[in-house]
């Protein structure tokens, strides 16, 4: 089976460590860096730290059953940047997921997102409230935004299309905080934001890249041990469809996602193959539509 490349998927999995709580569908590691912020008073970043992984883990946001080794791994790594005055934060968010890959011991990322749009207001033991259907805190709803994204890209790694429902649950999200005018809900601005992700997950023109969740991780990765030949096949025809939408959308969010989240793994899958045609083909279309890594030049035969 693929071997993990410890240097460039150790940050990502550290933050994929299981959560202690009673949990339902998520399992999150919440890490709060807060080394930036001047301050005597240090609790008020433990007890954030502790209230956000009670939200996500603790909350039912799915009508299915889960058993405890079903929960979907995933991180949220926060770096607070500024604390402009008690209860109030900017921050740098990092939102990461891992799926298991059958027949293996081995967990693949399945996203790896950078939100710097983070601002909200949080107090010492203060609860954390949440409704779908309306805006009450920025906090909260950012949470539950990548909760439901968390879902979507889960489910649609194990069916086609199958987290279509999770991300209608994260348009309303979007709808109800945009009203709010803080940063990563609006239209326009940044093509990195909250709006432009779930504008892409939700935009027909790109339904291929959320076609190549499932046939990557379940058509592709999940037969790895059986026929590692086909599986590569298969990925290659993934990274074609990539190729696709970035003609039309290069600088789509979801596109530049999925490189962050997949290039270390993809080089690792092609740079093993014996197919010497096919290694070339992918590394030709890599370092197209990648350019800034060099990683891809592992591929290429010695």
């Known amino acids: 089976m693929i071997k993990i490349n410890t240097i460039l998927l150790f940050g990502f999995l550290c933050l994929l460590l299981p959560f202690s ?27 954030l730290e502790r209230a956000i992984s ?20 995933c991180g949220i790594f926060l770096n607070i940047t500024q604390m402009p005055a008690i209860g109030q934060f900017k921050a740098n968010a990092q939102i990461t997921i891992a799926r298991p890959v059958y027949n293996s011991n081995y967990q693949s990322v399945l996203f790896n997102f950078a939100d710097r749009d983070w601002e909200f207001e949080y107090f010492e033991s203060q609860p954390m409230e949440y409704n779908d259907n309306t805006f009450i805190s920025n906090l909260t709803s950012m949470l539950a935004f990548y909760a439901y994204v968390i879902l979507a890209m889960d489910y649609d790694s194990f069916s086609e299309l199958g987290g279509t429902q999770f991300i209608q649950k994260a348009l309303i999200v979007v709808n109800n905080a945009q009203s709010s005018g803080r940063p990563g809900w609006q239209p326009l601005g940044s093509t990195r934001s909250r709006n432009a992700l779930l504008e892409n997950l939700n935009n027909p023109q790109m339904v291929d890249l959320r076609k190549n969740n499932y046939a990557y991780h379940r058509l592709a990765l999940d037969t790895f041990d059986k026929n590692p030949d086909q599986s590569r096949e298969k990925i290659l025809e993934v990274i074609k469809n990539v190729k696709k939408v970035w003609t039309i959308y290069p600088t789509s ?3 530049i996602s999925f490189f962050d989240t997949k290039s270390a793994e993809l080089a690792k899958i092609f740079s093993e193959g014996s197919n010497l045609n096919l290694r070339r083909e992918a590394f030709d279309i890599l370092s197209q ?3 800034k890594r060099d990683i891809y030049q592992t591929i290429l035969p010695k």
Do not use: A
């Open 54 to 73: 009670t939200f996500l883990n603790t909350r039912k946001w799915t009508n299915d059953s889960y058993k405890n080794h079903e929960r979907i791994e």
């Open 289 to 291: 539509v990648d350019p």
């Open 21 to 47: 709580g009673n949990g339902q569908e998520l399992n999150c590691k919440v890490t709060i860096e807060s080394g930036q912020i001047q301050t005597s008073d240090r609790s008020v970043f433990k007890d």
């Open 253 to 255: 969010i979801f596109v």
